[in-house]
């Protein structure tokens, strides 16, 4: 059944961004309506370890802190909706948008924190060993490596930054590239090169990710040559992925301002293009991408919504006498 519903703010995604957004509104009165998306919690919940989030002395899981912010947003009064905006009217106030089953949401105020999602492989042994030596991130996993043998795989900056990132840790860092050059910028690859504990593999494409062990864990690569087409193993013990991400802001193309597909905000704060409308966490933010940073740009967004309300409904209550 379609249902309409409208909300002095929409809050567009349940991860780190939306559900500080959420708690932030909630104690703002703004009575906050989280619609989750097809991932409720976002991108933590399909992650085990978290040891950088402040707060827990000890390493926390990911699916474990969402499940607590979803429950801390719920208990100061947000309100959660299982369904995915499909698609979103922006050019007048209350901005209108569209669930998948039909249902129309109508928003005072819309945080988008739709997230940006790291792109995989797609290879054998990926996805089964994800979490357990496969990553997308060093900066959220490089700790766990520590003195261990590691490799990156990718060509661009972001690449280039997390084999250089992760010599904070290992000794042992292995860029593989399926090319002869890297398309990361020439400052980065200078650092890359001149650095005594990474090395580079060209012309090298990953077949497939190898597990042993009990508990199973990752513990090698099968490469293929992209010139020769010869086949090669390297035995490693952390693989990162380093491919780009995929910011889900296909719903706003043509309707926000976008800069390298990220939703643009005004610098230092979260307001976008359309006064009423506020981008949070990695939808707008192509540097850190870490769950804290996230949290704190939702807190934001919150914020400046609250804000923004309170200025026009002053504006509209002058206008009126
Ligand atoms: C495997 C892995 C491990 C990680 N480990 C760490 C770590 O240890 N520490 C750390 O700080 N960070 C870590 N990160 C990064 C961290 O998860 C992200 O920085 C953080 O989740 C970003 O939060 P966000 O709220 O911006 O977006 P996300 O968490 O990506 O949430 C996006 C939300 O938007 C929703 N959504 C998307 N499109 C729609 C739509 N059309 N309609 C409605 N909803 C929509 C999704 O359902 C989801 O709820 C890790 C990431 C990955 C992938």
Redesign the pocket.
């Known amino acids: 059944m379609t249902t309409s519903r409208h909300t002095r703010m929409l809050i567009?995604?349940?991860?780190?961004?939306?559900?500080s957004a959420a708690i932030y509104g909630a104690r703002a009165g703004m009575k906050p309506l989280v619609?989750?998306?097809?991932?409720?919690?976002?991108?933590?919940t399909?992650?085990t370890?978290?040891?950088?989030?402040p707060g827990f002395r000890d390493v926390i899981q990911?699916p474990w802190l969402m499940q607590e912010m979803q429950a801390q947003a719920e208990h100061v009064g947000a309100e959660m909706v299982w369904?995915?905006?499909?698609d979103v009217d922006l050019s007048r106030r209350p901005f209108r948008l569209t669930g998948d089953g039909g249902s129309v949401y109508t928003a005072d105020t819309l945080i988008i924190?739709?997230?940006?999602?790291?792109q995989w492989l797609h290879v054998e042994g990926e996805e089964a060993l994800?979490?357990k030596g496969v990553?997308?991130?060093a900066?959220?996993?490089g700790f766990f490596y520590r003195g261990k043998k590691v490799v990156v795989i990718g060509g661009g900056n972001t690449a280039v930054e997390e084999a250089l990132y992760l010599t904070n840790h290992s000794t042992d860092v292995t860029l593989i590239h399926r090319r002869d050059s890297l398309r990361a910028e020439k400052i980065l690859q200078e650092r890359l090169f001149a650095h005594p504990h990474i090395k580079v593999l060209w012309n090298k494409r990953v077949e497939r990710f190898v597990g042993g062990g009990n508990p199973e864990g990752l513990v090698g690569v099968d490469l293929v040559d992209t010139v020769t087409g010869e086949a090669s193993y390297v035995g490693i013990d952390g693989a990162f992925v380093a491919i780009g991400h995929k910011p889900?802001t296909e719903?706003f193309a043509g309707k926000l301002p976008l800069d390298n597909g990220y939703l643009v905000v005004e610098k230092g704060g979260s307001k976008t293009a359309i006064p009423g409308v506020f981008a949070?966490?990695?939808?707008a933010?192509q540097v850190y991408?870490?769950?804290?940073?996230?949290a704190g740009?939702?807190c934001m967004a919150a914020l400046d919504a609250e804000r923004f309300l309170a200025e026009a409904e002053f504006e509209a209550a002058q206008a009126a006498e």
């Not at 924190?113 to 790291?118: D, M, P």
């Not at 991408?289 to 996230?294: D, E, G, I, S, Y």
């Open positions: 567009l995604g349940s991860g780190p961004a939306g559900l619609v989750q998306g097809m991932q409720p919690g976002g991108q933590l399909i992650t370890d978290v040891e950088n989030y990911g369904d995915q905006i499909v924190s739709t997230g940006a999602q790291a994800s979490g990553s997308a991130c900066t959220c996993d889900s719903l949070a966490g990695d939808v933010d991408r870490q769950a804290v940073t996230a740009m939702g």
